[in-house]
C-alpha cells in the first residue's frame, strides 16, 4: 500500500511520484489534491486514472466552499483561480470524495489473517486543519480498531508510535516543507508493518520558471527548494 498526500496541483511531481508506484499497488491520497500551483484538472484526472483512492484536504474543502479562508490568503492559496478553472466532472469528482477512509486488511495471497487497519485523514481524525507533528500533544479521539493512522497537512514525512497504534504521514508530494527538496510519498506493508519513506526527483527549477511565467506567488515558488 503506497499513501501519498498534499499534491498541491503539482502536476510534475504527482507524475514522478506515480511513475515510481507499481501500476497494479493500491495508492492512497491523504487529501489536499488542489490549492498553491497550477495543474488542478490535470492532477485531479491523473489521480481518477490511476484510481487512487483520496479524501478532501482543507484545501479541496476551501475549493468546494465547505471550509472558510481569510480572503488575506487568496493570493498563497489561489482558491478562486482554482475553482473557477476547475471542470465540472472534476468538480463534481472532487466533491464526491469522502474526509476520511478505513480500510482493512483481513488477509495476504495464501489467506493468511493480517487484521491491520489504516485510518486516512487530512490534519486529525476530526479536523482537516489541525497540525500532528512529531512533538504535538495528542487531543483528538483515536479511530477505533485503528493500527495505522495516515494523515497529511503538515507537509512533513513521520512515523511516530502513539499508544493506540502508528501515525504516519508521507510527506508532500507538491510542497515539502522539511527543507530537502523533492516529491514525497511512502508505503506501508501490512505484513510485516515496516513503513518506507521515498523522495522523488524532478525538474524542480524548470517547473518553478513556469510557476514565474504565470504569476505564481514567489515565496510558494522558492519553498519547493528550500534546504536551510
Known amino acids: 500500500m503506497y499513501i501519498i498526500a498534499d499534491v498541491h496541483a503539482n502536476l510534475p511531481a504527482l507524475q514522478v511520484v506515480l511513475d515510481s508506484i507499481p501500476t497494479t499497488a493500491d495508492i492512497v491520497c491523504a487529501g489536499d489534491l488542489l490549492g498553491y500551483y497550477t495543474e488542478p484538472n490535470e492532477v485531479c484526472q491523473l489521480l481518477r486514472e490511476r484510481q487512487v483512492h483520496c479524501i478532501k484536504g482543507n484545501h479541496d474543502k476551501y475549493v468546494l466552499g465547505e471550509l472558510s479562508y481569510s480572503d488575506s490568503r487568496e493570493s498563497k492559496y489561489r482558491i478562486q483561480d482554482t475553482r473557477e478553472s476547475l471542470t465540472q466532472q472534476n468538480l463534481e469528482w472532487l466533491s464526491s470524495l469522502p474526509d476520511t477512509i478505513e480500510l482493512r486488511f483481513t488477509g495476504d495471497e495464501n489467506g493468511t489473517p493480517v487484521g491491520a487497519s489504516l485510518y486516512i485523514a487530512h490534519g486529525s481524525p476530526q479536523n482537516a486543519e489541525e497540525y500532528i507533528y512529531k512533538d504535538t500533544q ?74 514565474r511565467d504565470v504569476g505564481i506567488q514567489e515565496a510558494m515558488i522558492e519553498i519547493l527548494t528550500r534546504t536551510a
Open 138 to 211: 495528542i487531543g483528538f479521539v483515536w479511530p477505533d480498531a485503528t493500527d495505522y493512522l495516515v494523515l497529511g497537512h503538515t507537509h512533513h514525512p513521520m512515523r511516530r508510535p502513539a499508544e493506540k497504534g502508528i501515525i504516519v504521514n508521507p510527506g508532500s508530494v507538491g510542497q515539502a516543507r522539511d527543507r530537502t527538496p523533492g516529491a514525497c510519498y511512502a508505503s506501508i506493508d501490512p505484513l510485516s508493518g515496516t513503513v518506507e519513506f521515498f523522495r522523488a526527483a524532478y525538474d524542480i527549477d524548470a517547473y518553478k520558471n513556469k510557476l
